[in-house]
């Protein structure tokens, strides 16, 4: 089936620095979705682009849709502790019907070091 | 509450028995759908629902059954559990237009022992 390459699988970082991660594919892409999931809970919407170039910030977070359709990227600036947890990217295939049925990358986990 | 919620948050069952997850959401949202995580997999679709009685297999269906009566509720059977169903189950909706997303539920953590 389609997949999406999400890397790095884990980060751990100081407290302060800034974090970047990345969903790749051999496929084209129409919605871009990233997630935080914390322990415990569900995935937790961040931040959701539509075309392509967009540039989309939601606190600390900005999110952008690759030129190529193909990639999304997800940078995190100044991290904090309550940063840590698992970093989903999700897309809708080009040419796939509005359903919200998404393919998912496999996660980075974060650890952020006080 | 608006949202989407799941019950039971924690379940253990033995292998053989029958088990229902449950779950609501309050948005109306036509897609539906359900998840299961395990270590090494990711999220993994296992049934998902387009409006009331249609609903689809995703990638991992066997041993899992759906039902969709009503918009708002999609419960999901293990009809007779296996150790392998041992996981954590996201219900999820999907809305369309103004907030156009996937929103996940808490989750239900099932031990099949």
């Known amino acids: 089936g389609q997949q999406l390459n999400q890397s790095p699988q884990s980060m751990f970082i100081q407290e302060g620095e800034d974090v970047s991660m990345n969903c790749t594919s051999s496929?084209?892409?129409?919605?871009w979705l990233w997630y935080k999931q914390e322990p415990g809970e569900g995935p937790v919407l961040l931040i959701a682009?539509?075309?392509?170039?967009e540039l989309t910030s939601n606190g600390r977070l900005t999110a952008q849709f690759g030129i190529t359709r193909k990639d999304s990227f997800l940078n995190i600036s100044a991290s904090i502790p309550s940063d840590v947890g698992i970093y989903f990217c999700?897309?809708?295939?080009?040419?796939?019907?509005?359903?919200?049925?998404?393919?998912f990358g496999q996660g980075t986990t974060l650890q952020v070091k006080p | 509450d608006a949202g989407i919620t799941q019950s039971p948050r924690y379940k253990i069952t033995e292998t053989g028995r029958q088990v229902t997850l449950m779950c609501h959401q309050t948005?109306?949202?036509?897609?539906m759908f359900w998840y299961r995580q395990d270590l090494g997999h990711g999220l993994r679709l296992i049934y998902y629902?387009?409006?009331?009685?249609?609903?689809d297999k995703g990638e991992v269906p066997d041993g899992y059954v759906v039902s969709r009566s009503k918009t708002e509720n999609f419960p999901l059977t293990l009809e007779s559990a296996t150790r392998s169903q041992t996981s954590v189950y996201f219900c999820?909706?999907?809305?369309?237009?103004?907030?156009?997303?996937?929103?996940f539920g808490s989750g239900t953590q099932l031990s099949v022992l």
């Open positions: 496929s084209i892409f129409n919605t």
């Open positions: 948005w109306s949202h036509s897609y």
């Open positions: 629902s387009a409006a009331a009685d249609i609903t």
């Open positions: 682009l539509y075309k392509a170039g």
């Open positions: 999820a909706s999907y809305g369309t237009g103004e907030g156009m997303g996937l929103f």
């Open positions: 999700a897309g809708q295939l080009r040419g796939s019907s509005n359903t919200g049925k998404l393919i």
